[in-house]
């Protein structure tokens, strides 16, 4: 963890220490306005810590991976206003996610049990990313912003669980019902910009780190993107993760997949 978040950082001073500030005459006095809608196809890993029964120091991971497969609901979009080299950018997602599957899990303080388990899960989730951002270069080449600013996770899950065979004190089957919820808040930094190809093509990115109520979270973004004259069309691949203490519901969880958006300015 810590050598991830070294990593992203050094690339984070690297990006504001080897890039020009450039003067331009291309800012506009007024405020212009863009909103991104696009589609992402993210596939989850991680692990959800349940304590079952409560308050009885038993756990029970159950692997995301292996359960959040069926996508029931989303939104995802982005907003952004720009006034010289200043921005402002706000970003959600939501998602509605559930499953049922058979699978073997692990039980007891040092999960040394394997049982057999049916596992239906439902994961409702928001994420939004409000970030300020101040433009260092500008011009033929590369872009670059600095961006700082807040994002909040807030997620429900609840699960069902049926344990069958090898529990203690003889008991065969054990069905269960818990549910989790939970938001957290996190102060982030990071940079975005792009690279042009020609007047039309250009390779957008996107990397941010943050702190607070998680342990680390972290988010990359990067692909190709046109720029036609009712808008601009990109295709990128996005990783979002959440790290977090040993004691949280969630374990080391994160999106990742392609995202494909339309953006229009205004």
């Known amino acids: 963890m810590k050598t991830t978040k070294a990593g992203l950082c050094l690339v984070l001073a690297t990006l504001a220490c080897t890039t020009t500030v450039q003067a331009t005459d291309s800012y506009s006095d007024g405020w212009q306005h863009s909103l991104s809608l696009y589609g992402w196809l993210p596939s989850l890993d991680g692990t959800m810590k349940f304590e079952v029964p409560p ?57 040394g049990i394997t049982v057999s388990s049916r596992v239906d899960l439902r994961f409702t989730g928001f994420t939004g990313t ?45 069905p269960a019902s818990v549910s989790k919820s939970e938001t957290l808040l996190d102060a982030v930094i990071g ?47 996005r990783h979002l993760a959440y790290d977090q203490a040993d004691n949280k519901f969630l374990q080391d969880f994160s999106f990742s997949g392609p995202q494909l958006g339309v953006k229009f300015h205004f």
């Open 55 to 111: 308050g009885s120091g038993s756990s029970v991971g159950v692997d995301a991976s292996k359960i959040l497969d069926a996508l029931e609901g989303v939104f995802m979009g982005t907003y952004q206003a720009r006034q010289g080299q200043w921005s402002f950018i706000a970003d959600m997602i939501y998602l509605d996610l559930g499953d049922t599957k058979d699978s073997s899990i692990t039980l007891g303080p040092n999960q």
């Open 191 to 237: 940079a975005r910009g792009e690279i042009p190809i020609d007047s039309r093509w250009s390779v957008p990115y996107y990397i941010d780190l943050g702190t607070g109520d998680s342990d680390l979270t972290w988010q990359v973004m990067t692909g190709i993107e046109y720029r036609a004259d009712w808008g601009d069309l990109a295709l990128q691949y």
């Open 130 to 174: 409000a970030l300020g951002g101040y433009r260092l270069s500008e011009g033929n080449g590369p872009s670059l912003d600095l961006l700082g600013g807040l994002r909040v996770f807030s997620y429900k899950a609840e699960t069902d669980l049926t344990l069958t065979a090898g529990l203690p004190g003889g008991i065969t089957t054990w």
